[in-house]
T-cell receptor, first 116, second 115 residues
Framework: DVKVTQSSRYLVKRTGEKVFLECVQDMDHENMFWYRQDPGLGLRLIYFSYDVKMKEKGDIPEGYSVSREKKERFSLILESASTNQTSMYLC???????????????FGQGTRLTVV | AQSVTQLGSHVSVSEGALVLLRCNYSSSVPPYLFWYVQYPNQGLQLLLKYTTGATLVKGINGFEAEFKKSETSFHLTKPSAHMSDAAEYFCAVSGSGGGADGLTFGKGTHLIIQP
């Protein structure tokens, strides 16, 4: 069974802390993504990576960074957590495919982060 | 650029009634279209997808969707709602080769099933 695993389901952090959210996939996918989910806003792409050590900004990268040192692992970093980063964070992965193929993404269970 | 519009943030239907969740998209390239479902405190699970070929797509749990290019729509339907269908549903589009820039999601529709 395919799997995307996020290291924590729930996290509570203090304002100003450096926060690491970890994601591991076992499907040998090239692409990995971090989304943020907020009520009424749906899912918004923070960062994505299509290869080891490669990263690209998504729609809302401000206040975040990422790291991909190994193909199976993609980390989201909040350099200095703020209360407006309280949210549900979802990691996803997919194969890199040529044009004409599907690009289905597989999701982790999510990490609900509260910054106090 | 791509975008997805889901009409109705909340949809309420009676158990046994038809479920219809609306999705319209815009894309500058031929789109790949997806419906995902999210149960409380869970990640997203793929319901169905359209890539190429037959425009009526069948998915899991009795759901299906029809791709209508002329209407730029990909509405999700189920003939008879079940209590277990209560969840958040997201429509998404991916139009680029490789999918490396991820999916663009709608804001979601919360489906409520009345007993």
């Amino acid at each position: 069974d395919v799997k995307v695993t996020q290291s924590s389901r729930y996290l509570v952090k203090r304002t100003g802390e450096k926060v690491f959210l970890e994601c591991v996939q076992d499907m040998d996918h090239e692409n990995m993504f971090w989304y943020r989910q907020d009520p009424g806003l749906g899912l918004r792409l923070i960062y994505f990576s299509y290869d080891v050590k490669m990263k690209e900004k998504g729609d809302i990268p401000e206040g975040y960074s990422v790291s991909r040192e190994k193909k199976e692992r993609f980390s989201l970093i909040l350099e200095s957590a703020s209360t407006n980063q309280t949210s549900m964070y979802l990691c996803a992965s997919s194969f890199f495919t040529i044009i004409g193929s599907n690009t289905e993404a597989f999701f982790g269970q999510g990490t609900r982060l509260t910054v106090v | 650029a791509q975008s997805v519009t889901q009409l109705g943030s909340h949809v309420s239907v009676s158990e046994g009634a038809l479920v219809l969740l609306r999705c319209n998209y815009s894309s500058s390239v031929p789109p790949y279209l997806f419906w995902y479902v999210q149960y409380p405190n869970q990640g997203l699970q793929l319901l169905l997808k359209y890539t190429t070929g037959a425009t009526l797509v069948k998915g899991i749990n009795g759901f299906e969707a029809e791709f209508k290019k002329s209407e730029t729509s990909f509405h999700l339907t189920k003939p008879s709602a079940h209590m277990s269908d209560a969840a958040e549903y997201f429509c998404a589009v991916s139009g680029s080769g490789g999918g490396a820039d991820g999916l663009t999601f709608g804001k979601g529709t919360h489906l409520i099933i009345q007993p």
